[in-house]
């Protein structure tokens, strides 16, 4: 049966490595050493891949830079790399070998990979990221107006209002993936063949949807961080 | 009753008390999203991304009642 925590796999002195790890692990890994691999075959002229590559990409800056109105590609390449790392971590989660690979710890049978953000650890990690780097954003471009904000009589408000977005954010994102989960262990253990196929693709569907609502409320609470009142 | 009992009912009471408020908020977001686009198809990308991000808001309450409920269920 599925758990809210983590399974500790095994530990490296007093730090413990868990299963939601190894996975985000394997999720960065693909990502740096795709990057690296990639940073070193462009060219003026692309190939193939590039240009699919510099579609989705440039897609994604047009339609960002509509929704926030902003005009940078820094920005944008902090908001986009949630949504990378969410969409393949979520789309990682339905490989084979997650959920049925068991290994031995302790004489207790665990999952030895297990979906990243199944893990409120990892998605309040992500939410705090978000949360204070658009405040960090805003104390850089906006300085003692940003500050001001806070010190009025509704400034305790503003405050409340961004430790609820750390938790909804880290909400969402767990709640959405952990029952996806959930959802899949019932459908198998009902009908185990063919019939969780569909629930899986549903799955690729509402990890796409998960990441594509981070990365949106991501831009729009630092467009809102950022510009004047 | 044994309390065995409460800990099946109150999980499943839970959230079935608890979606039916997001679920009519979905639905009228949906409504209204679509009717929108069809008094003007040109605004349906625009359109479209409001209401996915108001989609997303209302499902969220739904799933604070799910991780309510999971806690309960499990822990």
New interface residues.
Partial sequence: MISLKPEVVFDIGNFHITNTYLASLMAMIFIVSFSIIFNKKIKEIPNKIQTLLEIIYEGFYNFWSNLTGIKNMKIFAFCFAFFIYILLSNWFGILPGFGSIYIKHHEEKIHLLRTTYSDLNMTLALGLISVIGANILGLIKLRFEFIKKFLNPIGLLELFSEISKILSFSLRLFGNILAGEILILSVSLLIPFLAPIPFMLLEIFVGFIQALIFFILTSIFLKVAISHH | MAPDIFRLIIPGLTITLGVIFPAIAISKIGTEAMKAIGRNPEASSKIQ?AM??AI?FA??IA??V??IA??LK??
């Fill in positions: 991304t996915i991000l997303a499902e969220a799933i604070y799910l991780v999971l806690i499990f822990a």
